[in-house]
C-alpha cells in the first residue's frame, strides 16, 4: 500500500478526519480520536494502526512490522507496518478497518449517535 491508497482508504471509513502533523504525518481520526497514521518517507511508508490485545500478541514480532513507536512504548496496543513483508495490503486494510471499530467504540454513545456511527 503506498500513501494515497492508504489515505483513500480511511477516507472512504465513516466518519473520519484527515490533518498533517508530527513531521508529516497523515493522521486519520474518528471522533477527534486517532485510529491510523501513515509516517516515513513516500517511497517507505510506515502505517500504524490500533489492535486489540490478541491482534497485538500475535504482530508485534513478525517481520516488518512491530509495536509503534511512542505508542506502544506507553502501554497502548498499536502496530507499526514498517517494512516488507509486512501485511498484505487486504490485510492492512483488514487491521486499519478494525482500528477505526475499535476507537470507535471508545467514544461516547452520544458522540457516535452524532458522528452516524450508531450505538453498537
Known amino acids: 500500500m503506498i500513501r494515497g491508497e492508504f489515505n483513500a482508504f480511511c477516507r472512504a471509513l465513516p466518519a473520519t478526519?484527515?490533518?498533517v502533523q508530527w513531521r508529516g504525518s497523515h493522521v486519520w481520526k474518528v471522533g477527534g480520536k486517532v485510529f491510523a497514521i501513515a509516517g516515513g518517507r513516500d517511497d517507505e511508508p510506515s502505517f500504524t494502526f490500533k489492535v486489540n490485545?490478541?491482534?497485538y500478541a500475535m504482530l508485534k514480532d513478525q517481520p516488518g512490522l512491530r509495536p509503534a513507536p511512542y505508542l506502544a512504548s506507553r502501554g497502548m496496543k498499536w502496530i507499526q507496518h514498517f517494512a516488507k513483508p509486512g501485511l498484505s495490503?487486504?490485510?492492512l486494510g483488514d487491521y486499519i478497518r478494525q482500528s477505526h471499530s475499535i476507537v470507535s467504540q471508545g467514544l461516547s454513545k452520544k458522540r457516535r449517535i452524532g458522528l452516524g456511527?450508531?450505538?453498537s
Open 17 to 19: 478526519t484527515h490533518v
Open 117 to 119: 456511527l450508531g450505538t
Open 53 to 55: 490485545d490478541i491482534a
Open 89 to 91: 495490503d487486504a490485510a
